[in-house]
């Protein structure tokens, strides 16, 4: 069940319009002032940036994908190998089906092509809910040798599967004795909808170390779990919820007005390293990619570190032509503005 659930999500992503049909990420209405006086050295300007005491060589995090089948073993070791290569983060796909059935761990196992790398473990946060606890994120963390646990919300991707887990109360106390008791930090990431500025207050409250807001305007999952759907009634139910959701500029702003000192990843419709630099002037730490990644490492190796590669030229390029040195200057910087409406 889990391997087919698996298959059919990489396959619908690659094959199939999932994205937003009129909400966007926000980005665009946001530009840089351009600044035709730098006063840098394009080659000086410094992408690099600390994030859980780790070193990157820019503010990207392959964001969290797949796992479970052959295919996503193959996907995976690309994906770990361009990281190593690029110095830049990752996370692996949600680990519950390698916890239930041991012989698809190797799947998740990346850490032997990436010893460098800042990785991130991932399960569901309603697992815990369902017999799921600080055991099964330590054997997660273990899996794969991580810096850090994801526990991902996904509430309305599992209301509109049919056999989702549907019970997200009392979750927040769970979740707060995960953070007590594990030995690496624990982010929390929405998948595509957005964390509210109530719910970033929550979940800092719960212990959370980071947040990825994960918002809207890239991969719609209701729209994945649409194609995925065994009924037409199922189908219309998922079909609805095409344009839910908090667009991604926006769960960062509110991200950061709540919680200023928090690390913070921005993901959900990032696509170019223009985004990247809008998002960390918008006061993330990281940007958070997958739906590029994903089509490259179906490729090659190569083409994940092409892409990487693109992804941080065009961050570099963006930051010279606003006149900013350094990721640190970077943040919250003055000078991307809000356009239009």
């Known amino acids: 069940m889990h391997g087919q659930r698996k298959a059919d999500h990489i396959r619908i992503n690659l094959d199939e319009d999932v994205g937003f049909k009129n909400l966007t990420t926000g980005f665009e209405q946001y530009r840089f002032e351009h600044n035709a006086v730098p006063e840098l050295n394009l080659a000086a300007v410094d992408t690099g940036t600390e994030f859980f005491g780790k070193h990157l060589r820019a503010p990207l995090l392959i964001s969290s994908m797949t796992g479970g089948t052959d295919e996503a073993a193959r996907i995976n070791r690309r994906l770990a190998e361009a990281a190593q290569t690029c110095g830049v983060a990752m996370g692996v796909g949600s680990q519950r089906a390698a916890l239930e059935d041991p012989a698809l761990a190797a799947s998740f196992e990346v850490r032997k092509y990436a010893p460098d790398i800042l990785l991130f ?19 997660a963390v273990d899996m794969v040798g991580a810096d850090a646990l994801i526990l991902h919300f996904n509430a309305l991707q599992e209301a509109v599967q049919p056999e989702g887990d549907t019970d997200f109360a009392g979750l927040l106390a769970q979740v707060e004795t995960v953070c007590a008791a594990l030995a690496v930090p624990v982010i929390a990431k929405e998948v595509g909808w957005g964390f509210s500025a109530e719910n970033v207050r929550q979940l800092m409250n719960a212990g959370v170390s980071a947040i990825d807001v994960a918002g809207a305007g890239g991969t719609s999952w209701s729209q994945v779990e649409m194609y995925r759907a065994p009924s037409e009634r199922l189908r219309r139910v998922a079909a609805t919820f095409v344009d839910w959701g908090i667009p ?27 985004d990247v630099a ?12 997958a739906g590029p990644f994903l089509r490259a490492a179906v490729d090659s190796t190569e083409a994940v570190a092409a892409e990487i590669d693109i992804v941080q030229t065009e961050l570099r390029v963006a930051m010279f032509a606003a006149g900013i040195g350094s990721v640190s200057a970077l943040r919250g910087s003055s000078k991307l503005r809000k356009i239009g409406r």
Do not use: F, W
Request: some cysteine; aromatic content about 4%; proline content about 3%.
């Open 248 to 274: 991604t500029a926006e769960a960062v702003v509110s991200a950061r007005r709540v919680a200023p000192d928090l690390p913070l990843i921005a993901s959900g419709g990032l696509r170019s390293g223009l």
């Open 121 to 139: 473990a991932n399960l569901g946060a309603v697992q815990l809910n369902y017999g799921y606890g600080v055991e099964e994120c330590r054997r």
């Open 278 to 289: 809008k998002s960390i002037a918008l006061g993330a730490h990281l940007g958070g990619m």
